[in-house]
């Protein structure tokens, strides 16, 4: 049975940054978290349409990121020496970060969002412009034979059906073949208080324990979890058929961590979603001194966690006066829901800024190595994880 914990409000489509004259009639839907008891699965309680979220207008482009272009380098390189696969599949390929390191006569794609299918596509790349399905997949068989790694990263999340996605991969899977994915971990989730991790697209936040369940059931088999610091804390989970591989020690250290903190208990969910309350009141209280104080805040980075955060919390331009962002399909635009501008930091981040909203708090590493001359000349950093608090 699915039980709710967690309300966070009307939101919008976290990654659909408006122009001027869309403010009318936004898409809202109501954001809530449930946990399904058999499962331990955590999803959204509502769904939104996919192609409400992944069309030719999708705006989270990965190699934006230089921590994220280095994640996939060298994941490539290991997952080559040590599998050494032929035929190899992505899916969910945004802008080729992670295929284009692989050979592509022997590599494919699947990415629904058609302006970067037709990147991969120039790239070589063969690219199904598509939603990843079993129909899909009985596809791929047929042109390419089977698969000896399918790899997804931030994708299989994304998706409403895990049960038709996991058998989409099992039956296009070579018998040796591997299936490696990473998503945001729940277990970092709660510990952190990073409740922003939920929006549209995030259809699920997966544990080790809620994947091992549905994948077993789907013929697949967890053989090793590596525990990732990228997107605010991820799993990268490494399947095969089932009884094919000898099962790593990283696979029982996660159940049991997660198991330790109660993830396959409702009881932990109750406690969260109370910490979540207290964040919104101290993040707001926290922007409404600062205002009276006269500072000027901003945010940094239009991240897609950042619209969660601002639209749960009722935040707008009252008391953010604008977020700015390196992405250029983001800049000249406004956050989903608040309509707060942004703009790009060479004309909204420097020395006239007393305080700075960590919205992309996920790359705060890359962040204060970036910005120390900011940070020398007395700017400060808000973050609300793990607790809300300013910090230079
Ligand atoms: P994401 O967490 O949804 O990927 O969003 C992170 C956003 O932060 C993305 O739009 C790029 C932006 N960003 C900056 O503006 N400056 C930076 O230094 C970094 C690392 C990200």
């Known amino acids: 049975m699915k039980k709710e914990f967690l309300d966070l409000g009307k939101q919008p489509i976290a990654n659909k940054f408006l122009n001027k004259g869309e403010f009318n009639n936004e898409?809202?839907?109501?954001?809530?978290?449930?946990?399904?008891?058999?499962?331990?699965?955590?999803?959204?309680?509502?769904?939104?349409?996919?192609?409400?979220?992944?069309n030719d207008e999708y705006a989270y482009h990965a190699s934006m990121s230089d921590t994220m272009k280095t994640h996939f380098k060298s994941l490539s390189d290991r997952l080559q020496s040590e599998f050494n696969p032929v035929n190899v599949l992505e899916i969910g390929s945004n802008d080729g970060i992670f295929i284009r390191h692989f050979n592509p006569d022997t590599t494919i794609a699947v990415e629904p969002c058609g302006n970067f299918a037709d990147m991969t596509n120039d790239m070589e790349y063969k690219t199904y412009p598509e939603f990843w399905t079993t129909k899909l997949s009985t596809l791929i068989k047929q042109e390419h034979g089977t698969?000896?790694?399918?790899?997804?990263?931030?994708?299989?999340?994304?998706?409403h059906d895990l049960d038709d996605t996991f058998t989409a991969v099992r039956n296009l899977l070579s018998e040796d073949g591997i299936f490696v994915f990473e998503d945001p971990s729940l277990l970092r989730m709660m510990e952190r208080g990073s409740y922003d991790q939920l929006y549209d697209e995030?259809?699920?936040?997966?544990?080790?324990?809620?994947?091992?369940?549905?994948?077993?059931?789907?013929?697949?088999?967890?053989?090793?979890?590596?525990?990732?610091?990228?997107h605010g804390g991820s799993n990268r989970i490494y399947a095969g058929l089932k009884s094919k591989r000898i099962t790593e020690l990283?696979?029982?250290?996660?159940?049991?961590?997660?198991?330790?903190?109660?993830?396959?208990?409702f009881e932990t969910y109750e406690v969260f979603s109370d910490r979540v309350k207290k964040s919104k009141k101290d993040l707001v209280s926290m922007l409404k001194s600062l205002k009276l104080e006269g500072k000027k805040v901003i945010a940094y980075g239009a991240a897609s966690k950042a619209t969660t955060v601002f639209n749960y919390c009722g935040i707008d331009k009252s008391l953010i006066a604008y977020i700015t962002d390196t992405t250029p399909s983001k800049v000249g635009k406004y956050q989903p829901g608040t309509h707060i501008p942004i703009i790009s930091?060479?004309?909204?981040?420097?020395?006239?800024?007393?305080v700075a909203y960590l919205g992309a708090w996920n790359f705060r590493t890359e962040i204060m190595n970036k910005e120390i001359s900011y940070l020398s000349n007395g700017g400060k950093f808000i973050t609300h994880v793990p607790e809300v608090m300013i910090f230079s």
């Open 27 to 54: 898409f809202l839907f109501d954001l809530k978290a449930v946990f399904d008891d058999e499962t331990k699965l955590v999803s959204l309680k509502e769904f939104v349409a996919p192609e409400m979220m992944f």
């Open 147 to 159: 698969m000896d790694l399918i790899y997804a990263a931030n994708c299989i999340c994304h998706i």
């Open 202 to 230: 995030h259809a699920h936040i997966f544990s080790v324990t809620a994947l091992g369940n549905l994948l077993e059931k789907n013929g697949l088999e967890i053989f090793r979890v590596d525990n990732l610091s990228v």
């Open 250 to 265: 990283s696979v029982s250290t996660n159940l049991m961590d997660e198991n330790n903190f109660g993830l396959d208990r």
């Open 345 to 354: 930091p060479e004309e909204g981040f420097g020395d006239t800024v007393d």
